[in-house]
């Protein structure tokens, strides 16, 4: 005798309503993701630019100019997607990692000038990629997120 299995069709996990706090929190998350979009897409922007000011630097730091150009691309797209609520915790990670490597350059390099600009931009990053974690985009299974595979039995 051959059972079919069963299907164990998944629920989308649904989100708590958010308090008053909650609300203000990303609220507030959202606003210095404002910001910090108006520091970092100008930044990362100017990074494209082969002849621009940002490529003397790289080169004097030892870098490849397709590192540079990377770094434009991480500081352009994570500071769009910080402003994005299911992006944010991805823009903000990747920013908060860009960060952490320019204060490694700019202490290393014996020029510790603006490590505290730095230190704030990438923690602000880190705290906004955090307030949104909750609303991170996440691909879905076709199987569903519980999706199991029963054993068919034979008797």
């Known amino acids: 005798m051959k059972?079919?299995?069963?299907?164990?069709?998944?629920?989308?996990?649904?989100?708590?309503?958010?308090?008053?706090?909650?609300?203000?929190?990303?609220?507030?998350?959202?606003?210095?993701?404002?910001?910090?979009?108006?520091?970092?897409?100008?930044?990362?922007?100017?990074?494209?630019?082969?002849?621009?000011?940002?490529?003397?630097?790289?080169?004097?730091?030892?870098?490849?100019?397709?590192?540079?150009?990377?770094?434009?691309?991480?500081?352009?797209?994570?500071g769009i997607a910080l402003v994005v609520p299911w992006l944010a915790?991805?823009?903000?990670?990747?920013?908060?990692?860009?960060?952490?490597?320019?204060?490694y350059t700019r202490w290393g390099s014996g020029y510790p000038m603006d490590l505290a600009w730095i230190a704030a931009w990438g923690a602000a990053a880190l705290w906004v990629a955090y307030e949104w974690r909750s609303w991170r985009w996440r691909p879905r299974s076709p199987l569903g997120t519980n999706a199991t595979t029963d054993s068919t039995t034979v008797g």
């Open 3 to 78: 059972t079919a299995p069963t299907e164990d069709r998944a629920v989308a996990p649904t989100r708590p309503a958010p308090t008053v706090w909650t609300r203000l929190r990303l609220l507030l998350a959202w606003v210095v993701g404002l910001y910090l979009l108006t520091v970092f897409v100008p930044q990362g922007w100017r990074k494209f630019d082969p002849e621009g000011f940002w490529s003397a630097p790289f080169q004097r730091w030892g870098y490849p100019p397709w590192f540079r150009v990377l770094v434009g691309i991480l500081e352009t797209g994570g």
């Open 89 to 103: 915790t991805y823009g903000g990670t990747a920013l908060a990692l860009v960060m952490g490597g320019a204060f």
